[in-house]
């Protein structure tokens, strides 16, 4: 079936440091892969999504870019703000076998001033 | 309009006794689904409607749990005979149309139960 595996957490970082969070997956046909983001007593919000190989999202800084040959989409960021401090979730979405949303267990993020 | 609202944001039960939670919607939207977020673990996907039918129930853990829709709008999640395990944050989110998987799913604040 499918799913997402993404690193375990928490990361701590300092302000400015170079953020990688690993995510891979499993999946049939060609998902479309998303990266949401929890904010401390908010909801989650689309960070940023790719839906064929190759692509990149980004949004606020971040990137990911969907490598279908190691099936990975991993989220980067060159410099960490204070504010960054989430807890960050993979997802996959199928073209096949309906319309849930897999995510990832989340990836926690400290970013120290 | 606004986003999508669930009630309550907090609920507290002992086991045994039934709980229902709400969710509201984005106006418009014709998909809506319902998470639950255990402590350290991902997002388990429970159920999605598609207006007021309910095209996966997959995700729905055992039969105490049921979901219904109606108007197309507000939907709620009820658990029967509450059991400790069922102690999570319960997520609803919706999206335009549902039938696309480019679809952006848009989520509300969650409702936190606690079953003492």
């Known amino acids: 079936g499918n799913s997402v595996t993404q690193m375990e957490g928490p990361v701590t970082l300092s302000e400015e440091a170079f953020l990688t969070i690993n995510c891979t997956y499993t999946?049939?046909?060609?998902?479309?892969l998303f990266w949401y983001v929890q904010y401390p007593g908010e909801g989650l919000q689309l960070l940023l999504k790719a839906t064929k190989a190759d692509d990149k999202g980004s949004n606020k800084g971040f990137e990911a870019t969907y490598r279908k040959e190691t099936t990975s989409f991993h989220l980067e960021k060159g410099s960490v703000q204070v504010s960054d401090s989430a807890v960050y979730f993979c997802a996959l979405r199928a073209n096949t076998g309906g319309f849930k949303t897999i995510f990832g267990a989340g990836t926690r993020l400290f970013v120290k001033a | 309009g606004a986003g999508v609202s669930q009630s309550p944001s907090n609920k507290v039960t002992e086991k045994g006794k039934d709980v229902e939670l709400r969710c509201d919607p984005i106006s418009g939207h014709t998909a809506l689904y319902w998470y639950r977020q255990s402590l350290g673990q991902g997002l388990e996907f429970l159920i999605y409607?598609?207006?007021?039918?309910?095209?996966?129930k997959s995700g729905l853990p055992s039969d105490r749990f049921s979901a219904e829709r109606t108007g197309g709008s507000v939907s709620t999640l009820t658990i029967q005979r509450t059991q400790q395990e069922d102690s999570a944050v319960y997520l609803c989110?919706?999206?335009?149309?549902?039938?696309?998987?480019?679809?952006?799913?848009?989520f509300g604040p969650g409702t936190r139960l606690l079953v003492l």
């Open positions: 999946a049939t046909g060609y998902p479309s």
């Open positions: 409607f598609q207006g007021n039918s309910a095209p996966d």
């Open positions: 989110a919706s999206s335009l149309e549902g039938t696309g998987f480019l679809e952006t799913q848009y």
